[in-house]
């Protein structure tokens, strides 16, 4: 029970794949937010891990700010209802936001975020995801920096969760069924 890799299926990504993903899309986001001043908004808490290593590679300035957005409790599934557990401390009127996320996996979450961000009258509200499950999809997201697409298991770490457990995983694994089941 203590050995947390054991309860994995199969290791997704390896933190190597990870860093080098998140240093390619930072080398793409200095570009573009060049001279923006750009918000980093993560999504309390899978978005922890990303944010710490993407903001970490970019060599342009960076304001970072959190929420907490909750579509689901300790389950397996989202529910679609998203409520506000934390907002931002930044006004974001007239700023440049890039929202920070794990994962999209029916895409509700950061549907909902995005034009919460939009109607608040930030100047562009874009996405960074590390993940994004294709066949979860219910909403279209349009994720403009994006890590992998992974299939549509139960995956965690990277601050990834199941029950707030594997969070601290270095990597990104399938979780073993036995395990939810
Ligand atoms: C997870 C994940 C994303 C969201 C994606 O967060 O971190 O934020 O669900 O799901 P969706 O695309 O179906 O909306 P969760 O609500 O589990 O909170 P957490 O980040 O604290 O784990
Ligand atoms: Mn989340
Ligand atoms: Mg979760």
Same mark, same amino acid.
């Given at each position: #029970?203590? *050995?947390i890799d054991g309860q994995l299926t199969e290791m997704l990504l390896s933190e190597e794949d990870i860093h080098a993903k998140l240093a390619e899309l930072a080398r %793409?986001? /200095?570009i573009d937010y060049a001279d923006k001043n750009v918000l980093l908004v993560g999504v309390l808490k899978g978005a922890v891990m990303v944010m710490a290593d993407l903001v970490r590679e970019l060599r342009i300035h960076a304001n970072m700010d959190w929420m907490a957005v909750s579509s689901y409790g300790s389950g397996t599934q989202s529910s679609g209802v998203v409520r506000i557990l934390k907002d931002l401390d930044t006004d974001v009127t007239g700023r440049h936001v890039l929202i920070v996320e794990d994962i999209i996996d029916s895409g509700l979450t950061l549907s909902w975020l995005q034009s919460n961000l939009v109607t608040r009258g #930030?100047?562009? %509200? /874009?996405i960074c995801a590390l993940l994004r499950k294709p066949d979860a999809a219910k909403v279209a997201v *349009? %994720?403009?920096y994006l890590g992998f697409d992974i299939p549509n298991?139960?995956?965690v770490g990277y601050g990834l969760d199941y #029950? /707030?457990?594997y969070r601290n995983l270095r990597g990104v694994g399938i979780l073993a069924p036995h395990v939810y089941s």
């Open positions: #029970a203590h *050995d %793409v986001i /200095e #930030a100047a562009s %509200v /874009e *349009d %994720v403009k298991q139960f995956v #029950a /707030e457990k």
